[in-house]
C-alpha cells in the first residue's frame, strides 16, 4: 500500500487532518487500533473555540455543529459563596464559544469520511513506524491477521498520549515536560436540565466543582475527587450532594438529579514533547500535548495543531516548499505552551490542592477576589478560553 500522508489514530485530530487533506486532493490513510464504535464511546469535554469551529467548517463537517451546538457568550467562576461571569464577547470584541462535544464531533468527522473515498484501517493492529529520517516512511501493521506495509511521505502521529509516534521517536531526539496534579476529576452525564445556563467552574474548601452540559437536556457534572477514590463508592445521590455543596446556593438549587447514563474518573495531567517534528514523522494532538480538562483546551489545542500541520503538507505538495514543515514544531508549540499555561492556571486556581497551606489557600482566594475586581484580570481569562490567534 501506499499514500502521500499516512494518519495514525482515528480520534479527533486524525480524522480532521484527514478530512481537510482530502478535500484538499492529498491522499490519505488513517490506520486506527480500535473500532470506529469504540473511538465514539469516549466522553470528553464539549467547548469549541471559534477557531476549531472555523476550522469543521473549512473541513465540511459544521452544519450539524450549528443547527444543535450552544453558542455561549460567558461563563461564571464562583468561589466563596459569590458567582463572577466572564463575559466573553465583551470583552474579547465578540468572540464567543460553542457548546458541543467532543463525541459529537468525531462523529460528524467520522459520517465524512465514510462518505469520501478516504481509507480508514480500523483494527490496525502492531503499528510500527519505521524510516522517518528518510524521504520513504515506512508503516508496518497487521490487520485481520495478515501483515501489512504502509509506504508514505509523511506520517501524522495524531495517536493520543498511549500511540506509538512518540515512542518511535530515540529517547536523545525528545524532551518531555510534565506536571501531574494530586487529584481526579469524577465525572457524571445525565439526561437532565443544566443548573445553569451558562458553565460554572466553582472553587470550594470542599474542593472543585463544574456545571456543564451537552445539550439544554442533557447535563455534564464533575467533582474534585482524591486520585484513590473509586467510582463504586460514588452513587449518584452521593455525587448530587457532594456537586451541590460546592456550589453557591442559586446554582445548588437548580441542579435536577437523574440517573447517570456515563459516570467515571479522571487523572489530571499537563504533558508536553518537544519537538513535534522528527524527519517525516509529525506530533498532534494528544500524542504531542496533555492539558488538563479545567478550561476545555484539549480538543482545541489539537485543532490548532492540525492547522498549522494541514498548512505545512498543502504548501509542500502545492509549492514544493518545505519552510512549513520546517517550522511546525516552533509554531505549534507557542501556541501548546500558552495553553498549557492557562490549562495550569485554572487548574491552580480553583482546585483544593491537599498539601497546600493556609497561605496558599488564602492567596488563591485573593486572586479569585482580585479577577473579580478587574477588569483586566478578566479580559486575561476571557481572551484564553475563547482561544488565542493561529
Ligand atoms: N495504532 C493505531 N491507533 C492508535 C494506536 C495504535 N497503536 N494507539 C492509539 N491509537 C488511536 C486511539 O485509539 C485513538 O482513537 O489514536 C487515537 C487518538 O485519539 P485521541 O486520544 O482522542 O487524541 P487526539 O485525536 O489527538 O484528540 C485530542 O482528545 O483526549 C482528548 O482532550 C483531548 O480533546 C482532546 C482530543
Ligand atoms: C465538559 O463539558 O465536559 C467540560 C467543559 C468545560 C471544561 C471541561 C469539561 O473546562
Not at 476549531?52 to 467548517?57: A, R, S
Not at 521517536?169 to 506536571?179: M, Q, S, T
Not at 478578566?378 to 478560553?385: F, G, L
Request: hydrophobic share 40%; proline share 4%.
Amino acid at each position: 500500500m501506499r499514500t502521500q500522508v499516512a494518519i495514525i489514530g482515528a480520534g479527533p485530530s486524525g480524522l480532521l487532518l484527514g478530512q481537510l487533506l482530502t478535500r484538499a486532493g492529498i491522499d490519505n490513510i488513517i490506520l486506527e487500533q480500535r473500532t470506529g464504535d469504540y473511538v465514539l464511546s469516549r466522553i470528553r469535554a464539549g467547548v469549541l473555540e471559534q477557531g476549531t469551529v472555523g476550522m469543521l467548517e473549512e473541513a465540511g463537517v459544521a452544519d450539524r455543529l450549528h443547527r444543535e451546538g450552544l453558542v455561549h457568550d460567558g461563563f461564571l467562576i464562583s468561589f466563596a459563596n459569590r458567582s463572577h461571569r466572564i463575559d466573553l464577547p465583551g470583552l474579547t470584541n465578540g468572540k464567543t464559544v460553542t457548546v458541543y462535544g467532543q463525541t459529537e464531533v468525531t462523529r460528524d468527522l467520522m459520517d465524512a469520511r465514510a462518505t469520501s473515498n478516504a481509507q480508514t484501517i480500523y483494527e490496525a493492529e502492531n503499528v510500527e513506524i519505521h524510516d522517518f529520517d528518510t524521504t520513504n516512511p515506512v508503516i508496518h501493521f497487521t490487520h485481520q491477521g495478515v501483515a501489512q506495509t504502509l509506504e508514505c511521505d509523511f506520517v501524522a502521529g495524531c495517536d493520543g498520549y498511549h500511540g506509538p509516534s512518540r515512542k518511535s521517536v530515540p529517547v536523545g531526539a525528545i524532551k518531555e515536560f510534565e506536571r501531574v496534579y494530586p487529584f481526579g476529576w469524577l465525572g457524571v452525564l445525565a439526561d437532565v436540565p443544566p443548573a445553569s445556563h451558562e458553565l460554572v467552574y466553582a472553587n470550594h474548601e470542599r474542593g472543585f466543582a463544574l456545571c456543564s452540559m451537552r445539550s439544554l437536556t442533557r447535563s455534564r457534572y464533575y467533582v474534585q475527587v482524591a486520585l484513590d477514590e473509586k467510582v463504586e463508592d460514588w452513587s449518584d445521590s452521593r455525587f448530587y450532594t457532594e456537586l451541590r455543596a460546592r456550589l453557591p446556593e442559586d446554582i445548588a438549587a437548580g441542579v435536577v438529579e437523574g440517573p447517570s447514563i456515563e459516570k467515571s474518573i479522571a487523572p489530571l495531567r499537563s504533558f508536553v514533547a518537544e519537538p513535534l517534528r522528527f524527519g517525516r514523522l509529525f506530533l498532534a494532538g494528544d500524542a504531542g500535548h496533555i492539558v488538563p480538562p479545567t478550561g476545555a483546551k484539549g480538543l482545541n489545542l489539537a485543532a490548532s495543531d492540525i492547522r498549522y500541520l494541514f498548512d505545512a503538507l498543502v504548501e509542500y505538495y502545492a509549492e514544493k516548499s518545505e519552510a512549513g514543515i520546517n517550522d511546525y514544531s516552533a509554531r505549534a508549540l507557542r501556541r501548546i505552551w500558552k495553553a498549557e499555561r492557562f490549562s495550569w492556571w485554572m487548574t491552580k486556581t480553583l482546585h483544593h490542592f491537599p498539601a497546600d497551606s493556609g497561605f496558599d489557600q488564602r492567596i488563591q482566594l485573593a486572586e479569585l477576589d482580585y479577577l473579580a475586581s478587574s477588569v483586566a484580570a478578566s479580559t486575561a481569562v476571557a481572551e484564553n478560553y475563547v482561544g488565542l490567534p493561529y
